[in-house]
């Protein structure tokens, strides 16, 4: 079996890609850190308004005037179903079975079949709640302070524990939270520079299956009590849960090119992680189950090391006359690094069903191949000052998927290129306090996946790895919506 799972909660922490959806803006990144962004469909970088700036350009900080605080909120409903599912086991070589009577039941092969189970389901939690909080501190005339604590990260997906993809996987969920202490120094009236240091907690899950069954003679189910064999007759999975700090940092200028233009740079490094932590396996109280204790599927450290992908923002703002401003961003992200992923067991397993070629060795990790490219996100928005305390907010983008093609696409990960559909305001509640809202709809492209547990080979017999070496393919149907209210207070 092979736990790619935890390999994909950490993707999904490589951005490690919370948010109940495979993430809402491309790969695994969340989508959106901010309640005044979220409005424009995070066009609005060079605006620097309030202390969310922080992270989408921290040289603006140098814009806001005392103390500063944002609280954001954002409740998101995510779709994410799968269906039109199928999956088959391969060919299996099992061993010769002695029987108590001293006969010998001889070596032979579970041929290859389709696998029985839910084809079809939803993903994803109904609605989720995730948080984000900032603080500015202006120090004199020139320097500011801040920190932000945010969520860059987050995805959750599960399968019906009988889903014909169990093999493949079956759950996972990742939580990702930053602390982001930075500093900005106004050089002069028009050029503004930012530092931050990012230190990144994540935790993750994740659950996948195991075919014990298909190492042992189906023969046998009537001539011994509870032996189990057979493609699917024995079932075992593992249950993983591991934790990292990582630490990285992020950069912002920013140009005053007169009162009402302005234009930005902001970029944010990639986090190496070593995500630790324990694969607890649970097998069938068949002999075919017990067996596979033997084997090395017992429970064991597992560890997966990721970088994370830096992006790169170029954004503008133009206060076009007293009532009307618009904006842009384009963003760069580098998802070139996730090409592939290794997960590595403290404790080997043996793989004597993999293939003939492989029978009696043993293989310590699980490799994935997903061969994701560099990606773009163009967004463009507007704000309208509709009254003094009313100004109103909106925005579209269109976010790339980093996903080459299905044979590339995670069955946890079910991405695709994507639009955002943004409207909002901000209200002015006095001089000092304000309150942003927004709505975004995200629409997701259809897409299709074929998976398979081959790590990164061709064919069940190509590599030697920890798995149940499967084949499936299923058809994705995703969107999400995105409510958002945001608390401003100026000290």
Same mark, same amino acid.
């Given at each position: 079996?092979?736990?790619?799972?935890?390999?994909?909660?950490?993707?999904?922490?490589?951005?490690?890609?919370?948010?109940?959806?495979?993430?809402?803006?491309?790969?695994?990144?969340?989508?959106?850190?901010?309640?005044?962004?979220?409005?424009?469909?995070?066009?609005?970088?060079?605006?620097?308004?309030?202390?969310?700036?922080?992270?989408?350009?921290?040289?603006?900080?140098?814009?806001?005037q005392g103390t500063n605080f944002s609280g954001a909120l954002n409740l998101v409903a995510p779709s994410v179903k799968y269906n039109n599912a199928s999956a088959s086991y391969p060919t299996q070589p099992y061993a010769a079975q002695p029987l108590p009577?001293?006969?010998?039941?001889?070596?032979?092969?579970? +041929?290859?079949?389709?696998?029985?189970?839910? =084809?079809? &389901?939803?993903?994803?939690?109904?609605?989720?709640?995730?948080?984000?909080?900032?603080?500015?501190?202006?120090?004199?005339? +020139?320097?500011?302070?801040?920190?932000?604590?945010?969520?860059?990260?987050?995805?959750?997906?599960?399968?019906?524990?009988?889903?014909?993809?169990?093999?493949?996987?079956?759950?996972?969920?990742?939580?990702?939270?930053?602390?982001?202490?930075?500093?900005?120094?106004?050089?002069?009236?028009?050029?503004?520079?930012?530092?931050?240091?990012?230190?990144?907690?994540?935790?993750? $899950?994740?659950?996948?299956?195991?075919?014990?069954?298909?190492?042992?003679?189906?023969?046998?189910?009537?001539?011994?009590?509870?032996?189990?064999?057979?493609?699917?007759?024995?079932?075992?999975?593992?249950?993983?849960?591991?934790?990292?700090?990582?630490?990285?940092?992020?950069?912002?200028?920013?140009?005053?090119?007169?009162? $009402? =233009?302005?234009? &930005?740079?902001?970029?944010?490094?990639?986090?190496?992680?070593?995500?630790?932590?324990?694969?607890?396996?649970?097998?069938?109280?068949?002999?075919?189950?017990?067996?596979?204790?033997?084997?090395?599927?017992?429970?064991?450290?597992?560890?997966?090391?990721?970088?994370?992908?830096?992006?790169?923002?170029?954004?503008?703002?133009?206060?076009?006359? $007293?009532?009307?401003?618009?904006?842009?961003?384009?963003?760069? #992200?580098?998802?070139?690094?996730?090409?592939?992923? *290794?997960?590595?067991? *403290?404790?080997?397993?043996?793989?004597?069903?993999?293939?003939?070629?492989?029978?009696?060795? #043993?293989?310590?990790?699980?490799?994935?191949?997903?061969?994701?490219?560099?990606?773009?996100?163009?967004?463009?928005?507007?704000?309208?000052?509709?009254?003094?305390?009313?100004?109103?907010?909106?925005?579209?983008?269109?976010?790339?998927?980093?996903?080459?093609?299905?044979?590339? +696409?995670?069955?946890?990960?079910?991405?695709?290129?994507?639009?955002?559909?943004?409207?909002?305001?901000?209200?002015?509640?006095?001089?000092?306090?304000?309150?942003?809202?927004?709505?975004?709809?995200?629409?997701?492209?259809?897409?299709?996946?074929?998976?398979?547990?081959?790590?990164? &080979? *061709?064919?069940?017999?190509?590599?030697?790895?920890?798995?149940?070496?499967?084949?499936?393919?299923?058809?994705?149907?995703?969107?999400?919506?995105?409510?958002?209210?945001?608390?401003?207070?100026?000290?």
């Amino acid at each position: 079996m092979k736990l790619n799972t935890l390999s994909l909660s950490i993707m999904t922490m490589g951005a490690l890609a919370g948010a109940s959806l495979t993430a809402h803006a491309s790969g695994y990144h969340f989508g959106t850190q901010s309640v005044s962004a979220q409005a424009t469909a995070n066009a609005s970088a060079a605006e620097a308004t309030d202390a969310t700036t922080l992270f989408y350009n921290p040289a603006g900080m140098t814009r806001l005037q005392g103390t500063n605080f944002s609280g954001a909120l954002n409740l998101v409903a995510p779709s994410v179903k799968y269906n039109n599912a199928s999956a088959s086991y391969p060919t299996q070589p099992y061993a010769a079975q002695p029987l108590p009577n001293g006969a010998t039941v001889p070596a032979g092969l579970n +041929r290859a079949a389709a696998i029985s189970g839910s =084809t079809s &389901g939803k993903l994803t939690d109904d609605l989720l709640a995730v948080p984000h909080m900032y603080l500015t501190h202006q120090l004199n005339d +020139r320097v500011t302070v801040g920190v932000g604590i945010y969520v860059p990260f987050a995805s959750e997906t599960e399968y019906q524990r009988d889903s014909v993809l169990r093999y493949n996987v079956n759950q996972t969920s990742l939580t990702t939270i930053d602390i982001n202490p930075t500093v900005a120094f106004k050089l002069n009236d028009q050029h503004s520079l930012a530092v931050g240091v990012i230190a990144q907690h994540a935790e993750a $899950s994740l659950r996948q299956y195991a075919n014990f069954g298909g190492s042992a003679n189906p023969a046998l189910n009537s001539l011994l009590p509870g032996v189990g064999g057979g493609h699917g007759n024995s079932d075992g999975y593992a249950e993983v849960e591991g934790k990292d700090w990582g630490f990285g940092f992020n950069l912002g200028w920013m140009w005053e090119i007169d009162p $009402s =233009t302005r234009v &930005g740079l902001s970029y944010r490094s990639a986090i190496k992680h070593s995500l630790k932590g324990t694969a607890d396996w649970t097998t069938p109280a068949t002999l075919a189950g017990q067996a596979a204790a033997s084997r090395g599927y017992i429970d064991s450290d597992a560890r997966v090391d990721i970088k994370t992908p830096e992006s790169l923002s170029v954004h503008g703002f133009k206060q076009l006359d $007293s009532k009307w401003a618009v904006m842009g961003d384009v963003t760069w #992200t580098r998802h070139s690094r996730f090409d592939s992923l *290794s997960i590595n067991y *403290s404790q080997p397993k043996s793989a004597p069903y993999s293939a003939s070629n492989f029978a009696g060795q #043993t293989a310590d990790k699980t490799t994935l191949v997903p061969d994701w490219k560099d990606t773009w996100k163009v967004a463009v928005g507007a704000t309208y000052q509709y009254s003094a305390p009313l100004q109103l907010r909106f925005g579209v983008a269109y976010d790339q998927s980093p996903v080459p093609d299905e044979q590339h +696409r995670l069955s946890t990960m079910p991405d695709n290129d994507r639009i955002w559909l943004s409207f909002g305001g901000k209200y002015d509640l006095n001089k000092n306090s304000s309150i942003n809202a927004a709505y975004s709809y995200i629409y997701i492209k259809n897409s299709k996946a074929q998976v398979n547990g081959y790590c990164g &080979g *061709s064919t069940a017999g190509a590599v030697n790895c920890v798995s149940s070496y499967t084949n499936g393919q299923a058809d994705y149907k995703s969107h999400a919506h995105i409510l958002g209210v945001q608390y401003n207070y100026q000290f």
